[in-house]
């Protein structure tokens, strides 16, 4: 038999290489291993000389005159509201800016009957801003002699003569109920009323007083005629509905009705009676 060709066959070898670095047990210790990122006693010390310096800043410009306020800026309010927000913040004028105690401070402007609502900001280094969303004048309310001003949202805002703003819609109350300035109305009707005549906007300077009895909100015309609008909604609508009809009511009107905009009635005598028939009508 022929014989077989033979190949010659490599053999792999595998070796293995000793390592140079094995990992001891000391290395793998949580210890040592904190130990690589725990801060050096010279960057301990760095840190806190940093720290003093500032805390010992901080404290200089809190109780120095670095910072004092000698400017405080009202913005969003009138005048008459910027006066009266200088007035009560006049002690912290000379104050720092750094140490001021800006809860207790808005707490002293929003006590004011003028204002809704206040924010602040440090402007550095020495005014103190304040922004006001002041209250809206809405009505005046009368009580026998007394006169209090009112606003959009039923606040007594302050004390008036009887004969001031006489461009103002009148609110009249019972003589035993109290007013205090700075309070909502308590009487019954009347915040619903200062509500009304401050939704009213420019058209209020045509009513003379306004009156909410039953459940039904009247104004009473400077003209004499008397604009029932029913319930105390929509008043903003009822309102323009009423702007475009005025002048084209038949002469000697004496009452017109919006409660419902879309069906405005108008008519002769009082209107207390119509008042009645419309409220079953459909």
Not at 184 to 201: D, S, V
Request: charged share 15%; glycine share 10%; proline share 7%.
């Amino acid at each position: 038999m022929p014989g077989r060709a033979r190949f010659p066959r490599s053999i792999a070898r595998v070796e293995s290489i000793p390592l140079q670095w094995r990992p001891s047990l000391r290395a793998a210790h949580p210890r040592g291993w904190l130990a690589c990122f725990a801060p050096t006693r010279r960057s301990l010390a760095l840190g806190l000389g940093i720290l003093a310096f500032a805390l010992g800043g901080y404290l200089i410009a809190r109780e120095s005159s670095l910072f004092a306020i000698d400017r405080i800026e009202v913005r969003g309010g009138s005048p008459r509201v910027a006066r009266q927000i200088h007035g009560v913040l006049a002690p912290l004028v000379g104050k720092p800016l750094v140490g001021l105690d800006g809860a207790a401070m808005l707490r002293t402007v929003d006590a004011l009957p003028s204002v809704v609502s206040a924010t602040y900001d440090r402007d550095f280094p020495h005014t103190l801003r304040i922004t006001v969303v002041p209250e809206r004048a809405a009505a005046v309310l009368r009580r026998g002699p007394g006169s209090w001003l009112v606003s959009t949202r039923g606040r007594v805002m302050e004390r008036l003569p009887a004969t001031a703003l006489p461009n103002l819609p009148r609110i009249w109350i019972a003589t035993h109920t109290p007013v205090r300035t700075g309070a909502e109305l308590t009487a019954a009707g009347a915040a619903t009323a200062a509500h009304a005549a401050g939704l009213a906007g420019a058209f209020g300077a045509r009513v003379a007083s306004v009156s909410y009895t039953s459940g039904s909100l009247v104004f009473h015309l400077r003209s004499g005629l008397e604009l029932l609008l029913g319930a105390g909604a929509d008043i903003k609508l009822k309102v323009a509905v009423a702007s475009r009809l005025l002048a084209m009511l038949p002469a000697g009107s004496t009452y017109l009705d919006v409660s419902i905009p879309g069906r405005p009635v108008s008519g002769y005598g009082s209107p207390l009676t119509w008042t009645h028939r419309s409220s079953s009508r459909g």
